[in-house]
């Protein structure tokens, strides 16, 4: 699978529209909740909702209409 911008070898998926993406085009959507230290003092990060995105995308809050495919 290559990238869906530059060809390169893709890295990941964007969970939205399926497209390919390398590591220098894929766009994340990290949600950091808190930071905290742990042992030996090192800091870690509470992290969800790190989605893959290709920044290319609409995600669309409901369906569109298509009639020219029916
Ligand atoms: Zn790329
Ligand atoms: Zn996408």
Avoid: S
Wanted: hydrophobic share 40%; proline share 11%; charged share 25%.
């Amino acid at each position: 699978m290559e990238c869906w911008f530059c060809g390169k070898p893709a890295r990941g998926i964007c969970v939205f529209c399926g497209r390919a993406v390398c590591k220098d085009h894929a766009r994340r959507m990290p949600h950091p909740l808190a930071m905290f230290l742990g042992k030996g003092q090192v800091p870690k990060m509470v992290v969800v909702a790190d989605a893959l995105f290709c920044g290319e995308c609409r995600p669309q809050p409901e369906p569109i209409e298509m009639p020219e495919i029916y």
